[in-house]
């Protein structure tokens, strides 16, 4: 009997090390052959993997060109960065008048209404800016894979101007101009 429980403690630590040297569930761990190559392949990403060609525009505007590409890329590169920006330091503040809100034993209603107002107002700026972010990060997809410039509702180009006027567009001017009067 003690040499069965020896055996299976020894299965048990083999069974052990087995799972801690596991990458993960569900995942599979093959060797294949090294390649001794160190040429690697890069997907483009970014403004290079845009074809201007492909950017639809209204009938009588001009064709996009690449330089227009990038410009508006890094436009919506920097509204990225500079909204997370605004996003950290909304909260910063947020978290700051949270803090001091317990603090206000003693102060009137208007005090207590001051700080009310504060933190609404700093929650609503952060909403404001994870709102952009979020509509500037689905215009770089877009202008990164598919739909870019094209009307989300009827399928038309938006129109070369709008776009570079807004970048963050999914409407053409009609469909926009119905939806708002809805």
């Not at 596991?22 to 060797?31: M, Q």
């Not at 567009?169 to 101009?177: G, M, N, P, S």
């Amino acid at each position: 009997m003690a040499e069965k429980a020896t055996g299976a403690g020894t299965a048990t630590k083999r069974a052990r090390k087995a799972v801690a040297a596991d990458p993960g569930e569900g995942t599979v761990t093959t060797t294949a052959p090294q390649n001794t190559s160190t040429d690697t392949v890069t997907v483009p990403r970014g403004a290079e993997s845009v074809d201007p060609a492909t950017l639809p525009v209204r009938p009588g505007e001009d064709p996009w060109t690449s330089e227009e590409v990038h410009e508006l890329h890094d436009e919506l590169i920097s509204d990225l960065e500079r909204l997370r920006g605004e996003i950290d330091a909304a909260e910063a503040a947020i978290s700051g008048l949270m803090r001091d809100s317990n603090d206000g034993a003693g102060d009137d209603q208007v005090d207590a209404g001051t700080k009310n107002i504060s933190r609404e107002s700093e929650l609503a700026l952060a909403n404001n800016a994870r709102d952009s972010l979020a509509q500037t990060e689905r215009a770089l997809e877009r202008l990164e894979g598919v739909g870019f410039g094209t009307c989300e509702s009827c399928g038309q180009a938006i129109g070369k101007a709008r776009m570079q006027a807004f970048p963050r567009a999914t409407l053409c001017v009609q469909c926009k101009a119905k939806q708002e009067r809805r």
